[in-house]
């Protein structure tokens, strides 16, 4: 029998789903937005791999629906935190991502909020196009500026990296502070104090897990310069939203931009932070352009070719092995 995999969505970039069409039947959820755990649920059963987007619930229901047959889980993004990682471990399950391929897109969306967020764009085109701008005046529209200012990263991986290239070029000073990554020759390593106490501009660049949610919550603003600006394109979640909002409103922090919220998508129930003149606010679109999302696809469709070939995925989730364990109790037989 044919194999079968799931993918939760129709038409995605790039040539993965029609690769995976040549050695599984391909089923894809048919619907719009975002798909629940019941939505998918229905079309598992028998699978022996799921292509999910970043923010789609993988969790063990899911694993569950599809049975033993299940050896491949992939992710088409470099965030994972829409995956049971200890239920896919339990099921002896080969969770997979897609580093390498976005970094560098993201790192150009993370400095479109920098400069955004610091030189108030959004609010002089605004101003523009509302035919407001009727007299240059020297006091109008007035930002702060990104050269020769001190970048912050939190988290030091690719695209953290990605990020001190394009900030050298502004002639920025780039720290960073990230347990795994000690000094190089674009960043200095710092404590998270130290960069949030100099930092006109703190970008995240983590991903969300138990350990960095809310990691920027009211006591790290207070800790910012009322000067600086807070940038996220990682998860919406290492931000303390609630707390940002009262930052910003009060004057305790010059602006933000973000790209990741707590919750997604928004629908028509805007968070408070998109009003807001001093937030610059984006639909999760870090990775966004035509090469970057085709390439997310098919780094996908690889790692479950790999596995289904019973070759080794090319990148398995952080700290998780790259072919299918043999869950304890089970008898090692996989579809
Ligand atoms: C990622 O790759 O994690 C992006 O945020 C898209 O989900």
Known sequence: MKRRVLITRENLPGSGADRLSGVAEVVAWPGNG???????????????????????PVDGALMDAAGPSLRVISLASM?????????AAERGIVVTHTPGVLAETTADLTFA?????????????????????????MHD?????????????????QIG?????????????VLHHDPHAPD??????????TLLAESDIVSLHVPLTA????????????????????VSTSRGGVVDEEALLHAVREGRLHSAGLDVFEREPMGTE????????????????????????????????????????GRPARTPLPGTPAVQSIPAGSTGVHA
Request: hydrophobic fraction near 50%; charge should be neutral; avoid cysteine.
């Open 34 to 56: 975002k798909p629940g755990p019941a939505d998918l649920a229905p079309l598992a059963s028998g699978v022996s791999g799921v292509l999910a987007l970043g923010n789609d």
């Open 79 to 87: 965030g994972y935190d829409n995956a049971d990682r200890a239920a």
């Open 113 to 137: 909020l920098i400069l955004a967020a610091r030189r108030r764009i959004g609010g002089a085109e605004a101003s523009l196009a509302s035919g407001s701008w009727g007299l240059f005046r």
């Open 141 to 157: 529209y007035l930002g702060l500026d990104i050269h020769g200012a001190t970048l912050g990263l939190i988290g030091y991986g």
């Open 161 to 173: 990296r990605a990020v001190a290239r394009r900030a050298h070029g502004f002639g920025m000073r």
């Open 184 to 193: 190089d020759a674009l960043s200095a390593s710092v404590n998270l104090a």
């Open 211 to 230: 350990e960095t949610r809310h990691l920027i919550s009211a006591r790290e603003l207070a800790a910012m310069k009322p000067t600086a600006t807070l």
């Open 270 to 309: 805007l968070s408070p932070l998109v009003a807001e003149p001093h937030v610059v606010t984006l639909p999760h679109i870090g990775s966004a352009t035509e090469a970057t999302r085709a390439a997310m696809v098919d780094l996908a469709a690889d790692n479950i070719l790999d596995v289904l070939a």
